[in-house]
Nanobody, 127 residues
Framework: QVQLVQSGGGLAQTGGSLRVSCAAS????????MGWFRQAPGKEREFVAH????????SYADSVKGRFIISRNGALNTVYLQMNNLKPEDTAVYYC????????????????????WGQGTEVRVTS
C-alpha cells in the first residue's frame, strides 16, 4: 500500500514563505494525481491545489491562486507546495493526498477523489 510522508512547514510571518513536501512510497504505480488540502481549527478540510501526474497540469483554490505553487518530481514520487506571500488565514494543518484515478469521484477538489493521505504538517502564519 502507499505511504505518504510529509515534511516542511512551520512558522512564518505574514508575507513570508514556507514549503511543504510529500514523498510517496510503496505501490505508487497507480498515481493519477496528487493534491494538497488544509484544515484550520474548527473548520472542514478544504482543497488547496492539485497536479496531474502525467501532464503536470495544475489547479488552485481561489484563496491561494497567485501565491502558492504546486509541483512534482516524478522520479522521487514527491509533490511540493511552495507557499508565498503567506497570510494568517493560511494557518492550518496541510495534508497531501494521492489519487489513483480508480475512484468513482472525478472532481479533483473532492476528498473522495483521493485514495491515500499524508500525516499532516502544521503551517502557522503570524501577523
Amino acid at each position: 500500500q502507499v505511504q505518504l510522508v510529509q515534511s516542511g512547514g512551520g512558522l512564518a510571518q505574514t508575507g513570508g514563505s514556507l514549503r511543504v513536501s510529500c514523498a510517496a512510497s510503496g505501490r505508487t504505480f497507480g498515481v493519477y494525481a496528487m493534491g494538497w488540502f488544509r484544515q484550520a481549527p474548527g473548520k472542514e478540510r478544504e482543497f488547496v491545489a492539485h497536479i496531474m501526474w502525467s501532464s503536470g497540469s495544475t489547479s488552485y483554490a481561489d484563496s491561494v491562486k497567485g501565491r502558492f505553487i504546486i509541483s512534482r518530481n516524478g522520479a522521487l514520487n514527491t509533490v511540493y507546495l511552495q507557499m508565498n506571500n503567506l497570510k494568517p488565514e493560511d494557518t492550518a494543518v496541510y495534508y497531501c493526498a494521492l489519487a489513483s484515478g480508480r475512484t468513482y469521484v472525478s472532481d479533483v477538489r473532492s476528498l473522495a477523489f483521493y485514495d491515500s493521505w499524508g500525516q499532516g504538517t502544521e503551517v502557522r502564519v503570524t501577523s
